[in-house]
């Protein structure tokens, strides 16, 4: 059985809480963390806990507060968790996407964290 870290758990949920869980994210990032995603179109990663934050803030919304993130599978191998997800709001076009986060954790951080979308 994978049992999955606590910060990945606290990831979701704070992730689920909308603006007010930025906080909370900014926490379980280490300092020098990197980020990849494909929502803001940069193509390079996103380096630094300030900088991941303000990609974060930047896809918050009001409207995301009722966000409901379903996890369908969670893989672990060392430090590197991978999680499907399945993601429900009316701030997403079509009220729904699903995809593929890929963390690494060292120390009880975040170092690393790369989402991709599944395609439709």
Request: proline content about 5%; some cysteine.
């Amino acid at each position: 059985m994978n049992k999955m870290p606590l910060e990945i758990t606290n990831f979701f949920l704070a992730m689920q809480a909308g603006p007010s869980g930025l906080q909370i994210l900014g926490e379980l990032f280490a300092p020098d963390a990197e980020y990849s995603e494909p929502f803001s179109g940069q193509t390079t990663p996103h380096r630094g806990r300030d900088a991941i934050l303000s990609a974060f803030a930047s896809s918050r919304a009001e409207a995301f507060d009722d966000a409901v993130i379903s996890l369908s599978s969670v893989e672990i191998s060392g430090e590197t968790i991978t999680v499907k997800w399945s993601c429900y709001s009316q701030a997403i076009p079509g009220g729904s996407g699903s995809g593929t986060n890929v963390f690494k954790i060292s120390d009880g951080k975040i170092v690393s964290l790369t989402t991709t979308l599944d395609q439709v």
